[in-house]
């Protein structure tokens, strides 16, 4: 008489993956927490209390916000118009893919020192304009925080749109030019195709990018570091101030809980507005 296997029960499976993913991210959230609401007499909010107070934290907020708000509607354009037109299937359309994904094998840090040789004083720029009778202009200094954010906003536009880009390549590739020849047969133009057709197949991976992208925007750090320092505050910018320079863990411990917390409210806020446009 055979004797039926005994099922094990579904945590057993899933039991490896709890132990990892508590040790890798909840561990070091539960470290952080009590790192920034400690302190040697017990338990505080001093930290906290200092980093609000701190005029550098709003700036850095508000920096951070304008970079996002900016930058990532014009990569998200960027980029989608450049995986529709590799979607036509171009001459050369390797190179092209190549050539626009070059910025992926860059360091932030690389990426920000050659921005900086173009910007800086005695950078290409003022080169160019000197040829051309127009005087220098200082475009990373304090006195001009356009000019500094403008610098920011190109360069990461630059090194972090092809990472938008390759992700909706992906996703293009899975979508059915049967759809988008049956909508054209019925007489859709082209926009009517793009809005009905590829834009809807496509939300999966522009969710994925954009919680992707934000959760990088928010950490945007040695871009603006190598071309304004401190001129031009960003939130992790502020961390690194206070761990290294103030010699303060406890505040810098603070502010990253601070971009966590905005992190995950912009992945549940894109989840949640993802899945209302799908219904």
């Given at each position: 008489m055979s004797?039926?296997?005994?099922?094990?029960?579904?945590?057993?499976?899933?039991?490896?993956?709890?132990?990892?993913?508590?040790?890798?991210?909840?561990?070091?959230?539960?470290?952080?927490?009590?790192?920034?609401?400690?302190?040697a007499d017990g338990p505080t909010t001093a930290h906290v209390q200092r980093m609000i107070e701190d005029s550098y934290f709003w700036e850095a907020m508000r920096n951070t916000a304008l970079l996002i708000v900016v930058l990532i509607p014009l990569q998200f354009a960027l980029a989608i118009t450049m995986a529709l037109l590799l979607r036509q299937n171009p001459r050369f359309a390797g190179l092209y893919f190549y050539v626009w994904v070059?910025?992926?094998?860059?360091?932030?840090?690389?990426?920000?020192?050659?921005?900086?040789?173009?910007?800086?004083?005695?950078?290409?720029?003022?080169?160019?304009?000197?040829l051309l009778g127009i005087a220098p202009y200082a475009w990373l200094s304090y006195e001009n925080p356009a000019t500094m954010f403008l610098a920011i906003l190109l360069a990461e536009l630059w090194r972090a749109t092809a990472l938008v880009f390759v992700i909706l390549v992906a996703g293009m590739q899975g979508i059915p030019r049967d759809y988008e020849e049956?909508?054209?047969?019925?007489?859709?133009?082209?926009?009517?195709?793009?809005?009905?057709?590829?834009?809807?197949?496509?939300?999966?991976?522009?969710?994925?990018?954009?919680i992707l992208r934000t959760i990088l925007a928010l950490e945007t750090f040695a871009v603006a570091q190598a071309l304004t320092a401190r001129s031009f505050p960003l939130l992790v910018g502020e961390?690194?101030?206070?761990?290294?320079?103030?010699?303060?863990?406890?505040?810098?411990?603070?502010?990253?809980?601070?971009?966590?917390?905005?992190?995950?409210?912009?992945?549940?806020?894109?989840?949640?507005?993802m899945r209302g446009a799908a219904r």
């Open positions: 004797r039926e296997p005994t099922r094990s029960p579904a945590i057993w499976l899933i039991l490896p993956s709890l132990v990892f993913m508590t040790l890798l991210f909840l561990w070091p959230l539960l470290t952080g927490l009590a790192q920034a609401f400690s302190g070059v910025p992926l094998a860059i360091s932030d840090l690389a990426a920000g020192l050659i921005w900086l040789s173009i910007f800086t004083d005695r950078g290409y720029l003022n080169s160019v304009l000197e049956a909508a054209e047969v019925l007489g859709a133009g082209y926009w009517k195709r793009l809005r009905y057709v590829i834009l809807p197949q496509l939300r999966p991976s522009l969710q994925v990018a954009l961390t690194y101030q206070w761990y290294y320079f103030l010699q303060n863990p406890n505040v810098a411990t603070a502010i990253a809980l601070v971009v966590l917390l905005l992190s995950l409210t912009a992945a549940f806020g894109y989840l949640r507005l």
